[in-house]
């Protein structure tokens, strides 16, 4: 390399470091020194946003009941004990909004169908079993194959779960088991002689009814229901068609057989106590459950078939020396009631399956079953749950239960039932002889099974 070349590379380098010195000068002086002269800005980190909860409503429509205080707990679904279900539920499943409607007793029957008609209705609602085949037969009732095996069935009265069950499929999960029993006036009994209540029929009840029964003092022996309501049916005379060895239906469903001997010859022996034998109080066109319980309370017949729920009434008379029992049967068939109940079911036509059965189950549970129960919960776990059996009228429904027959699952349930009501009625009223009656209810529902 040359001298010349080498001068003129040292002189580049130099003016090249010239000019970066200068360059850094004015930074120090100008703009760093303005950089730092001018007030800092605070970036705040924003923390990440709780996500929103998207809540999904359901709606849950039941019976209005007023609750009852029964050992010192609430029982029955008051307003306030279904607010306390729902906030339990809401704070284990905040995402589920439930909308609950109480619906009177008298109105229930027309809004639900009314609204299941048009296509509508709650999401989850509260079902006798009474209604059970019309709701689910007319398909206003969601099968529930689909989340049972999340339930322990065998924890459930078979009774309950076959009423609500039809073609091999459930369609409601029992709450409450409602049965029937033997009301009795202990000191009426004990005064006529007897130190027990009537097991058997037609023997022992005929006895029993005459010694009771004091027509000079408004007095007698057995109360009989007449009024053509839906209550005709779980009265004496059908359990002892059931005892005798009758049916409604035949075992293939397909023909009413309630003209048979068996059936005949019960309903002849209810009436007979009213008509013939004049062991119970005249006017029982006039008659319902409600009014033989108001008899019975004030001591004016000696026995009559209630549920175990009526002993909240006769707390109101504290020296109402009253008994429970098992409704008098034969001795082939030692007892036999008509299946009651309720149990809660899913709409068809919900928009939130998961979220309806979510509720659905958390109800079921026994620990808010034992507590809405005013007879028997649907559960054995539930009837065992806080001492439920720790007093006798818990303990004798229970026994009653195991004796229970659900109404036909059928179609035409729901149009079979005013048919027997009315011919029923119509035998107690003399109206028709009760082989009459029994022919002409025969008759009719075999005509709508044929339809």
């Known amino acids: 390399m040359g001298e010349d070349s080498a001068m003129s590379q040292s002189k580049g380098r130099r003016e090249y470091l010239k000019s970066i010195g200068a360059f850094a000068a004015g930074l120090a002086i100008g703009g760093l020194a303005g950089w730092f002269s001018k007030p800092q800005e605070i970036v705040e980190v924003s923390k990440p946003e709780t996500p929103t909860i998207v809540k999904k409503k359901i709606t849950w429509w039941t019976v209005v009941n007023e609750g009852k205080i029964v050992s010192g707990q609430l029982v029955g679904n ?203 109080p005249p006017g029982a066109l006039d008659y319902d459950k409600t009014a033989l319980r108001t008899m019975f309370i004030a001591e004016k017949i000696g026995m009559f078939s209630d549920g175990k729920f009526a002993i909240v009434d006769y707390a109101k008379k504290p020296d109402l020396e009253y008994g429970l029992d098992l409704i008098p049967g034969t001795k082939k068939i030692r007892s036999a009631v008509v299946l009651g109940g309720w149990a809660v079911a899913m709409n068809s036509n919900t928009r939130y399956p998961e979220e309806a059965w979510k509720f659905m189950k958390f109800v079921s549970e026994p620990r808010w079953m034992a507590t809405w129960s005013l007879s028997v919960p649907a559960r054995y776990s539930a009837a065992s749950y806080a001492g439920y059996f720790d007093d006798f009228p818990s303990k004798i429904t229970f026994e009653q239960s195991k004796y229970a027959k659900p109404l036909p699952m059928h179609p035409k349930t729901g149009k079979m039932i005013p048919v027997i009501v009315q011919g029923v009625s119509e035998a107690v009223g003399g109206k028709r002889s009760p082989s009459e009656a029994m022919e002409w209810i025969t008759s009719e529902i075999n005509e709508l099974l044929k339809e």
Do not use: H
């Open 78 to 280: 008051s307003p306030d004990f279904e607010n306390a279900v729902i906030n339990e539920f809401t704070k284990q499943y905040p995402e589920i909004e439930v909308e609950v409607t109480m619906i009177p007793w008298g109105e229930l029957f027309t809004k639900y169908v009314t609204a299941f008609e048009a296509g509508t209705g709650p999401d989850v609602f509260f079902i006798p079993t009474t209604w059970a085949p019309q709701f689910i037969y007319s398909g206003y009732c969601k099968s529930l194959e689909d989340f049972k095996n999340e339930l322990d069935l065998n924890d459930f009265l078979p009774s309950a779960l076959s009423a609500f069950s039809a073609e091999g499929q459930l369609y409601g999960i029992p709450l409450r088991v409602d049965t029937r029993l033997l009301n009795y006036n202990k000191r009426l009994l004990r005064e006529a002689g007897y130190d027990r209540a009537p097991a058997y029929w037609p023997d022992e009840v005929l006895e029993w009814s005459k010694a009771l029964t004091k027509e000079e003092i408004g007095q007698y022996g057995i109360g009989i229901v007449g009024k053509a309501t839906d209550s005709l049916l779980y009265e004496f005379w059908l359990c002892w068609v059931f005892t005798n060895g009758g049916a409604i239906l035949s075992k293939d469903n397909k023909e009413c057989v309630l003209n048979s001997p068996e059936a005949i010859e019960a309903l002849e022996f209810y009436c007979d106590l009213l008509n013939k034998y004049k062991v119970a």
